[in-house]
């Protein structure tokens, strides 16, 4: 099982960004999330979407800016980006979430990982 992550690339401060998350059509469904790395920093909850849509949740510091989404038809989650700041740039990366021991935000919980899609943003 494979997560593909795409749509970064560089953007200036204000613009706006739409990543994917793809996976294979027999991997199922499963809740998804999006975390990030800048340089030299840990890695960052961005947001959370459940198995159906129905239920989303955001790291603060994107709260407003940022939408995931999904399609399962397509199996395939996104993450609309708006507004975008310098402080936005980094690797960003798709995880599937196998466990439910702590919030949406434990990176522990997430089995499976993308390979990440670099974001620049230019101020």
């Known amino acids: 099982v494979q997560l593909q992550a795409s749509g970064g690339g560089l953007v200036q401060a204000g613009g706006s960004l739409r990543l994917s998350c793809a996976s294979g059509r027999s991997s199922g469904v499963y809740g998804t999330g999006w975390f990030r790395r800048a340089p030299g920093r840990e890695r960052e909850f961005v947001a959370f979407?459940?198995?159906?849509?129905?239920?989303?949740t955001y790291g603060d510091s994107v709260i407003g800016r940022f939408t995931i989404s999904r399609d399962n038809d397509q199996n395939t989650v996104f993450l609309q980006m708006n507004n975008l700041k310098p402080e936005d740039s980094g690797a960003y990366y798709c995880a599937r979430r196998i466990n439910y021991s702590g919030t949406w935000a434990t990176e522990s919980d997430y089995g499976v990982w993308g390979q990440g899609t670099l974001v620049t943003v230019s101020s």
């Open positions: 979407i459940s198995e159906t849509g129905g239920f989303t």
